[in-house]
């Protein structure tokens, strides 16, 4: 089967010509070829699939079936019990929470305690949740992140995401051992995101200079890193004992499992492969999550306007945010406008062949947060929907 755009746009519509748009679509036939891409590039280490960048039930079940893919890592508190109490196990709850209520429900239920390993990566965290046991007298599993920024010049200039405070192993182990002396917690895991490695592409299309530049900046990145979290995991394994250390994201996976001390990486917009992820050298995914929006102008010659589309992803503001105008080929927004609350006027010789009704397919810029426009999802296989599944928003889970 041709995956060319113009081929997969045909049988995108066939798929869907008994429905209006706006929709939103995922193609398992890509969205199964990037899962195999993934564990190939996972080379056999388990990956744990961060459920912010799907927010479907239906394709977390489908992807943690599949070999070489094992647990969930959640975003919030209130996602990770209702995960749990689904069947969902494994779940690692990869940012730091205040969720009270969620925290005295964890601790006070045998099921969740045992599924559910939660961040930390302060002691006052600890407190809060010694607050909110409310009677609860189960063990929280406990997970320390390690802060994988790349520092230069003394430390005078910073590379990656503010996470974590913790970035030596002495911190991390200090930190470990509070815990472990600590009656109600038990230090399980580490985690370690690489961000500026996993999140930002290294093959820019057009700027052959700053794509050195980012690839010289990961390659240091990436040495300064498995050197200082293998010492870290050293110093963290000697007062406890550890069954995961959790590593990397879609962007970084070779780089990730390539290092000993990591035993597990996540990953989760590489089965959906959102527009931010067509700049890395190192992979090239199918598109997979995709939104049709219908004409319902033609201001004039080169010019068609859809109804909506102003789905910005998170980030730093800026025009690699926003979700692109995909099928057919050769649309571009109008510069004054942008996309739009809406409407969106769309520029390009491909309007004057498009009659009002018809599907524009966008992209949006990343992954998961496309799921909280639609409340569901009509999974295309070849030509046909073979099934029409609801988005955590569907299931009226609005977590974040």
């Given at each position: 089967?041709?995956?060319?755009?113009?081929?997969?746009?045909?049988?995108?519509?066939?798929?869907?010509?008994?429905?209006?748009?706006?929709?939103?679509?995922?193609?398992?036939?890509?969205?199964?070829?990037?899962?195999?891409?993934?564990?190939?590039?996972?080379?056999?280490?388990?990956?744990?699939?961060?459920?912010?960048?799907?927010?479907?039930?239906?394709?977390?079940?489908?992807?943690?079936?599949?070999?070489?893919?094992?647990?969930?890592?959640?975003?919030?508190?209130?996602?990770?019990?209702?995960?749990?109490?689904?069947?969902?196990?494994?779940?690692?709850?990869?940012?730091?929470?205040?969720?009270?209520?969620?925290?005295?429900?964890?601790?006070?239920?045998?099921?969740?305690?045992?599924?559910?390993?939660?961040?930390?990566?302060?002691?006052?965290?600890?407190?809060?949740?010694?607050?909110?046991?409310?009677?609860?007298?189960?063990?929280?599993?406990?997970?320390l992140e390690l802060d994988t920024a790349l520092q230069l010049l003394g430390g005078r200039i910073r590379i990656g995401a503010r996470r974590s405070p913790l970035r030596t192993p002495e911190a991390l182990a200090s930190l470990a051992a509070f815990v472990q002396r600590r009656p109600g917690f038990r230090v399980v895991g580490l985690m370690a995101y690489e961000g500026h490695v996993a999140g930002v592409g290294d093959k820019l299309t057009g700027r052959p200079f700053?794509?050195?530049?980012?690839?010289?900046?990961?390659?240091?990145?990436?040495?300064?890193?498995?050197?200082?979290?293998?010492?870290?995991?050293?110093?963290?394994?000697?007062?406890?004992?550890?069954?995961?250390?959790?590593?990397?994201?879609?962007?970084?996976?070779?780089?990730?499992?390539?290092?000993?001390?990591?035993?597990?990486?996540?990953?989760?917009?590489?089965?959906?492969?959102?527009?931010?992820?067509?700049?890395?050298?190192?992979?090239?995914?199918?598109?997979?999550?995709?939104?049709?929006?219908?004409?319902?102008?033609?201001?004039?010659?080169?010019?068609?306007?859809?109804?909506?589309?102003?789905?910005?992803?998170?980030?730093?503001?800026?025009?690699?945010?926003?979700?692109?105008?995909?099928?057919?080929?050769?649309?571009?927004?109008?510069?004054?406008?942008?996309?739009?609350?809406?409407?969106?006027?769309?520029?390009?010789?491909?309007?004057?062949?498009?009659?009002?009704?018809?599907?524009?397919?966008?992209?949006?810029?990343?992954?998961?947060?496309?799921?909280?426009?639609?409340?569901?999802?009509?999974?295309?296989?070849?030509?046909?929907?073979?099934?029409?599944?609801?988005?955590?928003?569907?299931?009226?889970?609005?977590?974040?």
């Amino acid at each position: 089967m041709s995956h060319s755009p113009a081929a997969d746009r045909a049988r995108y519509e066939r798929a869907t010509a008994h429905l209006d748009a706006p929709l939103a679509i995922v193609d398992l036939d890509a969205f199964d070829a990037n899962a195999d891409d993934l564990v190939r590039r996972a080379a056999g280490k388990p990956i744990r699939v961060a459920s912010k960048s799907v927010r479907c039930r239906a394709l977390l079940e489908r992807v943690l079936a599949r070999p070489g893919f094992q647990g969930i890592m959640s975003f919030t508190l209130a996602e990770s019990v209702w995960l749990a109490r689904a069947g969902f196990d494994d779940i690692l709850l990869a940012y730091p929470s205040a969720d009270r209520a969620g925290f005295a429900e964890l601790t006070a239920d045998p099921k969740l305690a045992a599924s559910i390993s939660v961040l930390v990566d302060d002691p006052a965290q600890l407190d809060l949740i010694d607050g909110a046991r409310d009677g609860g007298t189960e063990e929280v599993r406990v997970c320390l992140e390690l802060d994988t920024a790349l520092q230069l010049l003394g430390g005078r200039i910073r590379i990656g995401a503010r996470r974590s405070p913790l970035r030596t192993p002495e911190a991390l182990a200090s930190l470990a051992a509070f815990v472990q002396r600590r009656p109600g917690f038990r230090v399980v895991g580490l985690m370690a995101y690489e961000g500026h490695v996993a999140g930002v592409g290294d093959k820019l299309t057009g700027r052959p200079f700053r794509s050195r530049a980012v690839q010289a900046m990961q390659r240091t990145a990436r040495a300064e890193l498995a050197r200082r979290r293998a010492e870290v995991v050293r110093a963290v394994r000697a007062v406890a004992e550890l069954e995961f250390v959790n590593g990397g994201g879609t962007g970084s996976v070779e780089s990730t499992v390539a290092e000993a001390a990591v035993t597990e990486v996540a990953a989760g917009s590489g089965l959906y492969v959102p527009r931010l992820f067509d700049n890395y050298r190192a992979f090239q995914g199918r598109p997979a999550a995709l939104f049709a929006q219908p004409v319902v102008r033609r201001p004039g010659m080169g010019v068609v306007t859809v109804l909506g589309g102003g789905y910005p992803a998170s980030g730093p503001a800026g025009r690699d945010r926003l979700p692109e105008p995909y099928l057919p080929e050769g649309l571009r927004y109008d510069p004054q406008e942008g996309a739009g609350e809406v409407q969106t006027p769309l520029l390009g010789s491909p309007a004057d062949d498009l009659r009002i009704g018809d599907k524009v397919w966008f992209r949006h810029a990343k992954a998961g947060e496309l799921c909280e426009r639609f409340a569901e999802l009509h999974l295309v296989q070849g030509e046909e929907i073979v099934r029409t599944v609801p988005t955590y928003r569907g299931e009226g889970r609005t977590f974040l």
